[in-house]
């Protein structure tokens, strides 16, 4: 009986920034995760190519097989238009298990995805990020990191952080500004600020960025 996770594909996802009528490598390899004398016997495996990216994608073939324990590298390129929508815009391959039969292979009883994304500049200035706060020990400064990235197709000329912290009751203890930076458009950067929280006593404490 085929292993649902007999079939592997690396890497797990590709991301590109966008640029009219550029052309990518996509190449990846096909996985066949069961070892010899385990259940082990070979793989036939469907490649497609999927979502509103499809029909940029090209792979050299559309189907393998793998003896147990074994790997094959599948050729694949994306050729861009001129345009595509603002935003992320979504392609992927499909590996399909498929199941023999007579007459050839047929059907299929597991799959694996590997998602491709496009990233196309926003008009404008257009800020994405994550705020992480860790755990200290009382009496140590305590460091607010944002991670952010310009998505936008316009640089950003000064870009700080203003973070607001407070105790369980809702009251505001102190706000913390960051360094100015400028960010250019498709730069990721760390806006980093410090909490000097050395007179302050073991507890819960929220801030806002």
């Not at 094959?72 to 023999?100: Q, R, T």
């Not at 930076?181 to 600020?193: C, D, H, K, T, W």
Request: proline content about 7%; overall charge negative; aromatic content about 8%.
């Amino acid at each position: 009986m085929p292993n649902a996770n007999a079939i592997g594909i690396s890497p797990a996802k590709l991301e590109f920034n966008f640029a009219p009528n550029a052309k990518f490598n996509c190449d990846f390899l096909i996985v066949n995760n069961v070892w010899e004398g385990i259940d082990g016997e070979d793989l036939d495996v469907l490649i497609e190519t999927g979502e509103e990216l499809k029909d940029y994608i090209t792979i050299e073939r559309s189907e393998a097989t793998l003896p147990p324990n074994q790997w094959i590298p599948v050729k694949c390129s994306i050729n861009l238009p001129d345009n595509l929508k603002p935003g992320p815009n979504y392609g992927s391959i499909l590996l399909k298990e498929a199941s023999a039969s007579t007459g050839g292979m047929v059907g299929t009883v597991a799959a694996v995805k590997m998602p491709i994304t496009i990233r196309v500049p926003y008009p404008g200035k257009y800020l994405e990020g994550t705020f992480e706060i860790p755990t200290v020990e009382v009496g140590q400064k305590v460091e607010f990191r944002i991670n952010v990235i310009n998505r936008g197709d316009q640089n950003i000329d000064e870009a700080y952080s203003v973070i607001e912290v407070y105790d369980l009751n809702q009251n505001k203890l102190t706000e913390v500004t960051s360094d100015h930076m400028p960010i250019l458009s498709g730069q990721q950067v760390n806006i980093i600020s410090y909490w000097d929280a050395e007179d302050i006593g073991a507890g819960i404490y929220h801030a806002k960025a």
